[in-house]
């Protein structure tokens, strides 16, 4: 990640350096990386703090599944941005140049992967709960509730841990100057397939089966249309179902040109040897750390009540979202009691009220 300076072959040997040391490739980007990641972590941090705290009301307010995972996303991306680009690229290889004690190393690179597994996998419940609202709204009523919600986040949430352990032995890609191992190449492909083929796959076929409902129901509309004159106005694809498209979409494009690059550096050319695989890999590293910063502007983009939300933690309002009503179910009996009480008053005090009418009024004798 950071240039080493180009000495000649004598200060090699003086150095003592082997000679698989004299073919390690240059990272010619320099101290790009390095300027790049502080930016995205002096960026990235304070607003998916800011995001965490705006969801947070929402959910409290709403309970409302979807903020419950949408919170889940939002706090992966920080402990990526912490785990992966603080410790990982600014301390451990810009800082330390990953001279520091090799258990530490190995259990940061654990920590590293479940977090970067947590953050991606926190998405699938989100995009299944979407499914399921749009595709088979009944059943969503009936399992989708924040209870629910908080138990399938905990469980994606330990099976992002227990899927890191096995990275305690991943080798640095940077430096390891020897092919890659059988172990080397069981974790690699555990790793592409964990974070990129299988959640890839899951958006693709739930996101063209919601899609694809979308369109029946258009054109079931448009035939309602055409039979009658007075119909519903054609529903359009729901704000919600924008931004999960957006955050699915976002993902697949900037996580693909790592996955590319980690299977060429296992089957072609070494990201130790050539410097053009090295320059490849720094680059898609960092268009894949992008994608925990990125959220927060998405949110902004389509949901007016993330806005709202957003807008009150700046000015520290802490007014309720919407007016605090109570529920219909709750206010029916007392309505009903109520209504009726009053109008039995009612009528007696109209019964009182009211004159005798001409027929009924007796004439003086």
């Known amino acids: ?59 409290s307010r ?4 979807l ?30 140049h990953r001279d520091v004690p090799v258990l530490l190393l190995h259990s940061v690179s654990a920590a590293e992967f479940a977090a970067n597994h947590a953050s991606i996998w926190s998405t699938v419940p989100l995009t299944v709960d979407r499914y399921v609202a749009l595709c088979h709204p009944l059943l ?9 919600a908080r138990k399938i986040i905990a469980m994606v949430l330990l099976l992002s841990i227990v899927s890191g352990v096995p990275f305690f032995w991943w080798s640095d890609m940077w430096r390891n100057s020897h092919p890659p191992t059988a172990l080397d190449t069981v974790l690699i492909w555990t790793h592409v397939t964990i974070i990129y083929f299988l959640p890839c796959s899951i958006f693709l076929v739930l996101n063209s ?26 529903r359009r694809l729901g704000k919600t179902t924008a931004m999960l498209l957006a955050i699915t979409s976002v993902f697949s494009v900037l996580w693909a040109p790592r996955t590319v690059v980690v299977i060429y550096h296992l089957y ?39 806005r709202s939300a957003v807008r009150d933690v700046v000015l520290l309002r802490g007014g309720p979202l919407y007016p605090h009503r ?10 009903a009691s109520i209504s009726s009480l009053y109008s039995g008053n009612n009528k007696r005090s109209q019964r009182d009220s009211t004159p005798l009418s001409p027929r009924r009024a007796r004439k003086p004798s």
């Open 326 to 335: 109570a529920l219909p179910q709750q206010q029916a009996p007392t309505n």
């Open 268 to 306: 072609v050319s070494s990201v130790h040897r050539d410097w053009r695989v090295h320059l490849a890999y720094d680059l898609s590293n960092m268009l894949a750390m992008l994608n925990t910063a990125v959220n927060f502007f998405l949110y902004c983009f389509v949901s007016k009540p993330f």
């Open 209 to 234: 089966l919601i899609i694809h409902t979308l369109r029946v129901r258009q054109r079931q509309q448009r035939c309602e249309e055409e039979r009658g004159p007075k119909s519903a106005p054609p």
């Open 62 to 65: 709403t309970k409302k599944s």
């Open 140 to 148: 969503h009523r009936q399992i989708s509730y924040p209870a629910r």
């Open 1 to 59: 990640m950071i240039d080493w300076p180009n000495v000649t072959a004598s200060g090699h040997r003086e150095l003592g350096l082997k000679p698989e040391e004299l073919q390690r490739s240059k990272c010619v980007l320099g101290f790009i990386p390095v300027i790049y990641y502080s930016i995205l972590l002096c960026v990235g941090v304070p607003v998916n703090i800011l995001t965490a705290v705006a969801l947070s009301r929402l959910a």
């Open 67 to 96: 903020y419950y995972y949408l919170l889940a996303v939002t706090g992966s991306d920080i402990l990526s941005q912490l785990f992966i680009i603080f410790v990982g690229f600014l301390l451990e290889t810009a800082v330390f």
